[in-house]
């Protein structure tokens, strides 16, 4: 008898079952939803992902629900095996259960021992994902060879993005019971944040694919010209949206990248567009995944830059509507409604507010996992505490990712119809972002004079006058809702 794999919540996928007759363990552990608040609709997707994925293995799956892990494993007879789990805590747990098989990690396209020998290589100065991603990109022969055969298609130059939908997700019985079974939790007391809507992500590995297909053929051409651009008429824009797809493990990102490879070649996608895709699979994705588990311990800490302050009442609670800042209200709104922003309203709004006011790095870390449906701890480590916070000590980044309200006009249309005006660094109509990028700077310029990139900015706020003033105006605002 095969043992019985023990599907975590992120191994959802085909990928991670070596047949289609080894029997499946699946675990609704009710006290990792009790543990941490999660976002309403984030904890809707876990569980219909889990019981959606159940039903499709029939009497092949045991579903448990319980408590805890260790609950569940002890209702089971004969060997268990677990792919290698995403998180530290699952990590050190499955290790500890008397006879659980740990099996080596899937749903990467890197080996952890491959990358360990290339960052030990690199370690001549900090690990850099450009680097990485060139490395992947030889070792996995991607994007590599000649080009389209025919005339490639080129992207459009409109204003906005005008293509199909994507395929609706449509609710069915599994859905309607855990949206009554979420109920009667928070009737038990368990508290989620942001609000409840109909699932607008896919929880099967066929809505997965569906997306992906129309992703490819719709909104990859236009994906090089669109990915940083933020508007407030079209969340989507030309984002897949399929994050949570691939940390579910609904999906092989092997399988799209090969696809973002193919549309490439068949002339239906301009490279530019492709290639930015393909590196936030196989470069972004795979480098914070890896950096996850090869630096030990993690970096938690507050970091090289001053970030002591709490997260404030209005930041935790998604109010969007105590917001006046067009972009910050825009993007929080989506946090709260659907539990999603694309990666420039997550560094250039929500992270960028939080550098610029010295909050706490594994504060912020710990929102953007539980608000987010994609949250996962291995992302938020190198991508929240590093990059957008600068708090690894330059580990992930080459600078803090803090800009001003000018920049936040130039790549959206936040800042029509906006009170605050991006030009105004004081006074009531001041940009709090340009301000705030100010302010910033003086609170940190004996450490930021060495970046060769702000050298400029930080030469041309010498004011001792204007300083003062900014840091007077900034430390006013605290953490009142700008």
């Not at 953007?368 to 929240?384: H, K, P, Q, S």
């Amino acid at each position: 008898m095969s043992p019985r794999r023990w599907l975590l919540a992120d191994q959802l996928g085909p990928h991670f079952l070596d047949d289609d007759q080894q029997p499946v363990l699946l675990v609704e552990a009710t006290e990792l939803f009790r543990h941490r608040r999660l976002h309403r609709q984030k904890a809707h997707l876990i569980l219909s992902a889990l019981r959606h994925r159940a039903a499709e293995l029939g009497d092949r799956a045991l579903l448990v629900r319980t408590g805890t892990f260790r609950e569940a494993l002890a209702t089971v007879d004969g060997p268990v095996e677990v792919c290698h789990p995403t998180t530290r805590t699952t990590a050190r747990f499955a290790r500890s259960v008397p006879g659980l098989t740990v099996l080596p990690p899937r749903g990467f396209l890197t080996d952890r021992a491959d990358f360990a020998g290339w960052a030990d290589r690199a370690r001549r100065g900090p690990l850099r994902m450009a680097d990485f991603y060139r490395h992947a990109k030889r070792r996995h022969a991607v994007l590599t060879g000649p080009g389209p055969t025919g005339r490639p298609r080129t992207a459009t130059t409109a204003r906005t993005l005008d293509v199909p939908p994507p395929p609706p997700i449509v609710e069915d019985e599994i859905d309607a019971g855990v949206r009554a079974d979420l109920d009667r939790w928070e009737r038990d007391g368990v508290r989620f944040t942001g609000r409840d809507a109909p699932r607008a992500y896919p929880a099967t590995h066929a809505e997965a694919e569906e997306r992906l297909t129309h992703f490819v053929r719709y909104r990859l051409p236009e994906f090089g010209r669109y990915r940083d651009v933020m508007s407030a008429g079209d969340p989507l824009l030309a984002h897949s949206v399929l994050s949570s797809s691939f940390n579910l493990g609904l999906l092989d990102p092997e399988v799209a990248v090969r696809r973002a490879e193919a549309a490439w070649r068949d002339g239906d996608a301009p490279l530019g567009s492709v290639e930015a895709f393909v590196r936030g699979l196989l470069g972004w994705r795979e480098f914070l995944w890896q950096l996850y588990w090869y630096f030990e311990p993690p970096f938690r800490g507050a970091g090289w830059l001053a970030a002591t302050g709490s997260l404030p009442e209005w930041f935790v609670e998604l109010d969007a509507d105590a917001v006046e800042a067009r972009c910050l209200s825009d993007v929080l709104a989506g946090v709260r409604d659907r539990a999603w922003a694309h990666h420039a309203q997550r560094l250039l709004v929500l992270g960028n507010y939080a550098l610029q006011r010295g909050w706490r790095p594994a504060e912020l870390a710990d929102w953007f996992t539980r608000n987010f449906v994609d949250g996962a701890d291995w992302v938020m480590n190198a991508t929240v505490i590093g990059m957008s916070q600068y708090a690894d000590l330059a580990r992930v980044d080459t600078r803090p990712y803090a800009v001003d309200g000018r920049y936040v006009d130039e790549i959206s249309d936040y800042c029509t119809g906006c009170r605050y005006q991006p030009d105004r660094t004081l006074g009531d109509l001041a940009c709090p972002y340009t301000g705030g990028f100010d302010a910033f700077l003086h609170r940190n310029r004996e450490k930021l004079v060495a970046d060769p990139r702000l050298a400029a900015e930080l030469t041309s706020r010498d004011d001792p006058e204007q300083r003062d003033a900014v840091l007077a105006q900034e430390e006013k605002r605290g953490s009142t809702a700008p």
